[in-house]
DNA sequence: CCATTAAATTCAA
DNA sequence: TTGAATTTAATGG
């Protein structure tokens, strides 16, 4: 009768080093609490959701109802500004959670989340996760941990955007895209519009193209399209050192 | 910010 | 697989 959850554990289940096998992190929740969060007597523990590219799955204002577990794909997570400006909050992978700010006392979604190519998602509710939480101390202690985490990379987030110039802070956003994605061929693993450059960065899409043009003149990046390649990553960390915000991942 | 041109991506035949 | 249609990038005002 779970032959769906089932299925999805097995995937998560076969460690020898202790790393997830589909985010290759050794501290990976998905990875450690799999057996929980899938394989619970606890009836609907957990559904899998289908999203294509462009896809919005999560409504800033909708009424919260559950978090979603990224099982593949990337997503793009922002909050709409003053005037309709989007800004990008962050781009979660494989394994990482989404929609967890709704939590507790929130009644509404203060983030919209829309995947960036075909991704799948686990959706847990909020009563079987509530019924987890209090049930599973160890689980509940680690995702105090990444709620804490959160909270400090919100924080580095803000500081970057009101004392980084613009330059560096397409810089830090092309070191945050290499760090959290790697790279594939030379070029990022992660295709981005200049507009999500920017939404991310706190700019506008001029400023971004026109700091791209100026790093490909100084050989320190390429750029076919959407491929962007990082030529010398120390160089560029280099630019933004003084500030060193590039301890968040 | 907007307009123009170049380049890249998508899509359907 | 191609190339026409559409979208996105780049530049200059």
Redesign the pocket.
Known sequence: MHSLSLNTNSEYNTPKNGHCNICNKSNCLVHKYSDILFNSALPQSSTVLKCKKGQQFLIEGAPVNGLFFIKSGTVKVFRTGINGREQIVRFARACEIVGHRGFGTQEYYSIGAIALQDTQLHYFSKEFLQEVLVKTPNFTYDMMLFYANELNKSENKVKSISQMTVRERVVDTLLYINRKFGNLNGYLNLPL???EYADYAGT???QV??V??ALKKENLIT?????IGIKDTDLLKKEISEHNFFLDS
């Open positions: 519009s200049r507009k506008s899409e001029e193209i026109r791209f043009s750029a076919k399209g959407k491929k």
